[in-house]
């Protein structure tokens, strides 16, 4: 199935009643399999899920832990880009070329890479590098 097929399927099943903005997503993982999510928007407003963090929920729920190529659709009239945070979740679960589609249901695309949404992203080996001197050494 294409990512662009399934984006754009899953997108129609998106809960926007108060911004009326729908918004679908699709990741494929490294072993091929396609995982989608869409926006549950919340009267509480910061209480929503986006697309991508959707998505991403399903590929973890499943086992999968690595993604090979995302893409995302949204009614607009340029490509919409992932929000920081689900910046920093495809970061998490993805190496720096993993390419990302952002699209609009009238065809109009850009493509970036997930270390060009997020340089200098912040990840596990940051906290493994504790910067801490052990004495050893002088």
Avoid: W
Wanted: proline letters at 5%.
């Amino acid at each position: 199935m294409s990512l662009e097929k399934a984006a754009r399927a899953v997108r129609e099943n998106a809960y926007a009643p108060y911004s009326g903005y729908k918004v679908g997503a699709a990741v494929r993982t490294a072993s091929g399999r396609v995982f989608v999510g869409c926006n549950v928007e919340n009267a509480a407003y910061p209480e929503g899920t986006c697309a991508e963090a959707g998505a991403i929920a399903a590929m973890v729920a499943a086992g999968e832990a690595e993604i090979a190529e995302v893409f995302v659709i949204a009614d607009a009239r340029r490509p919409v880009p992932p929000c920081g945070g689900c910046r920093q979740k495809l970061a998490e679960f993805s190496r720096g070329d993993v390419p990302v589609t952002m699209a609009t249901m009238s065809g109009a695309r850009e493509c970036r890479h997930v270390d060009d949404l997020l340089p200098g992203a912040f990840g596990a080996a940051h906290m493994a590098d504790t910067g801490a001197d052990t004495g050893a050494g002088g």
